[in-house]
């Protein structure tokens, strides 16, 4: 079946610090992958996808590049802000969008000012 | 991309009791997908309601505990049955976006706590 392994958290980080938050993934198919964020109290947002081997998500100030023969989906940012602190989830769907979404533990992220 | 309603926000019920959960979405949609989330944990997915048929759950999940409707291409519940302490958690309906591509947009979702 399909799995998604991100690191644990807490992650501490001071302001303006470069983040990577890492991701691998095993899937039977072709999946399309994607980082939600969880702001505290707030509900999941998409913060970028990838939708095959190569592709750059981007989205305010993060990245993430699908590689296929690592099977990896890491989260960077150069310079983090206290206002990113938030819980950042790995998640893949496979089979076209009919069988949902699998998701890693989430990594609970704290930056510091 | 589609806005979607769940109610209730929270909730606290007793063990034994039933809570059905409500998700209303502005557009129709194909599929509609329930997720749990335990205290501190990930979202796990429960089911897949398509309309017109039944849900499809996942492994561990029984229709028995978790009984869903899909009634139309816009709505959808989940019940929560027989609650005990175990059942405690955030649950969330979710809809693939219109372009397919897109992601998946996910209601703000419900707080259960059992007491």
């Known amino acids: 079946g399909n799995s998604v392994t991100q690191m644990e958290g807490p992650v501490t980080l001071s302001e303006e610090a470069f983040l990577t938050i890492n991701c691998t993934y095993t899937?039977?198919?072709?999946?399309?992958l994607f980082w939600y964020v969880q702001y505290p109290g707030e509900g999941l947002q998409l913060l970028l996808k990838?939708?095959?081997?190569?592709d750059k998500g981007s989205n305010k100030g993060f990245e993430a590049t699908y590689r296929k023969e690592t099977t990896s989906f890491h989260l960077e940012k150069g310079s983090v802000q206290v206002s990113d602190s938030a819980v950042y989830f790995c998640?893949?769907?496979?089979?076209?969008?009919?069988?949902?979404?699998?998701f890693g533990k989430g990594t609970h992220l704290i930056i510091q000012p | 991309s589609a806005v979607i309603s769940q109610k209730p926000s929270r909730d606290i019920c007793q063990r034994g009791t039933s809570l059905t959960i409500q998700c209303q979405v502005d557009?129709?949609?194909?599929?509609m997908f329930w997720y749990r989330q335990q205290p501190g944990q990930s979202l796990t997915l429960i089911a897949t309601?398509?309309?017109?048929?039944?849900?499809?759950?996942e492994s561990g999940f029984v229709i028995d505990k978790f009984p869903i409707s899909r009634p139309n291409l816009t709505f959808s519940t989940l019940t929560v049955s027989n609650m005990s302490p175990e059942d405690s958690s955030i649950y969330l309906c979710?809809?693939?976006?219109?372009?397919?591509?897109?992601?998946?947009?996910f209601g703000s979702g419900t707080r259960l706590t059992v007491v």
């Open positions: 979710s809809v693939e976006t219109e372009d397919r591509v897109t992601g998946y947009t």
């Open positions: 899937a039977t198919g072709y999946p399309s």
């Open positions: 990838a939708t095959k081997a190569d």
């Open positions: 998640a893949l769907s496979d089979g076209g969008g009919a069988d949902g979404l699998t």
């Open positions: 557009s129709q949609v194909t599929m």
């Open positions: 309601a398509n309309q017109g048929s039944e849900a499809t759950y």
